[in-house]
């Protein structure tokens, strides 16, 4: 008996369940069960290679590092979106099914098109610090640590993959990855770039509803909600509905500017004035007698 056959004596079969297909075509869908000798500390790419090796060199999946580094392998196993050379199959009971991330456009088998990320990163503001180039750069290490958790991130997209916004709606939201990414620059002690500009009209930030999900997938423990995508909202609610900001944003630093905005109030005032009678007092009464209230 060879090595092989007396360690699936010993600890015996894994068996997986493969999505495989061509493209988006519905009709290339189906699935394909294997089973694989199982070994000792064994994760679920062990398994893939094994398959493409022994069983169907046809099958396509994407990894690089096998070492939980270069965030190529991911992928839907048992419905829950993970890293497949992090994910130990005795961890797993029963059948292991594997499929490709949803939330993008499938190339092949568990290979997904991940281009749109890409396209997504050029779009964010770059770093642009506050002091010229040639000064010291001089800050505390409490302000370095707030954005050093974020470049722990390998963009293995497993957050965008298990986003619903991103996955079930088609809004224009960024997505999780790329709000830590905005993040780790607002957060900079020497950017100088506000960016609530940008997660406000394009990176759609107001969708997000805070359900955490994509903090729980994190393979890296980056805390994307509470650390991240709440900070950033609040950002844009103090810049943009803070009434307190506003009025100090739009208090006269000038005459001219003063003479100007007293303009314009007077001016609203008098339209208000002039349309109030005409418009506000008729709904009034007509709200009064649809609601068959007593006049006056």
Excluded at 124 to 143: E, L, T
Aim: aromatic share 8%; glycine share 4%; hydrophobic share 40%.
């Amino acid at each position: 008996m060879s090595q092989r056959e007396v360690l699936e004596a010993n600890l015996g079969v894994v068996r997986l369940k493969v999505l495989r297909g061509l493209g988006d075509d519905p009709s290339t869908s189906h699935y394909d069960t294997y089973e694989v000798p199982r070994e000792e500390g064994m994760v679920v790419l062990n398994a893939i290679h094994y398959i493409q090796a022994h069983i169907d060199p046809s099958l396509s999946a994407r990894w690089n590092c096998k070492a939980a580094r270069c965030g190529s392998c991911s992928a839907e196993i048992n419905g829950k979106p993970r890293l497949m050379c992090k994910t130990r199959v005795d961890t797993i009971e029963g059948e292991i099914t594997v499929e490709p991330m949803k939330a993008f456009p499938r190339l092949r088998d568990l290979v997904t098109d991940v281009t749109e990320n890409w396209k997504v990163a050029a779009m964010i503001p770059a770093f642009s610090p506050r002091s010229p180039p040639g000064n010291d750069w001089r800050f505390y290490q409490r302000d370095v640590d707030r954005s050093r958790e974020f470049r722990r991130c390998i963009e293995c997209f497993l957050c965008q993959d298990v986003c619903h916004v991103i996955r079930e709606h088609e809004a224009d939201y960024i997505g999780p990855r790329w709000v830590v990414k905005a993040a780790s620059l607002d957060m900079h002690p020497m950017d100088g770039l506000n960016r609530s500009k940008f997660m406000k009209d394009s990176g759609g930030l107001g969708y997000c509803n805070i359900t955490k999900c994509c903090q729980e997938i994190c393979p890296e423990h980056i805390v994307i909600t509470d650390d991240a995508i709440i900070p950033e909202k609040e950002r844009v609610v103090d810049r943009y509905y803070d009434p307190l900001v506003w009025l100090y944003r739009n208090i006269p630093r000038s005459q001219e500017k003063f003479e100007f905005t007293t303009k314009k109030i007077l001016k609203a005032a008098f339209w208000v004035a002039l349309v109030a009678p005409v418009v506000v007092i008729p709904m009034i009464y007509l709200a009064k007698a649809l609601l068959h209230l007593p006049f006056p």
